[in-house]
């Protein structure tokens, strides 16, 4: 059975992110440090998502965790 991740919210998390950083992404969607992981998803057939900045930019981690480029935002939030 698989569960289907909980939407933190119908929008991107525009977030700075530093380059050679490595930033863990919530793909369960109960982190209280969204859109990052805070170990919630224990005990759930989630994981987290590493990301590794490949340059000092702004980027949209997905809101809604049903982004077909995890952990990146593709715009399926527009479809909730």
């Not at 369960?28 to 930019?57: I, L, M």
């Amino acid at each position: 059975m698989s569960d289907a991740p909980i939407v933190a919210q119908k929008s991107p998390f525009p977030v700075e992110v530093v380059e050679g950083k490595t930033y863990f992404w919530c793909a369960c969607g109960k982190s209280n440090r969204q859109p990052f992981c805070d170990g919630s998803h224990k005990g759930t057939e989630f994981e987290p998502v590493k990301y590794t900045a490949d340059a000092t930019k702004k980027v949209f981690f997905c809101g809604c965790k049903h982004s077909s480029k995890a952990p990146l935002c593709d715009g399926t939030h527009s479809g909730l």
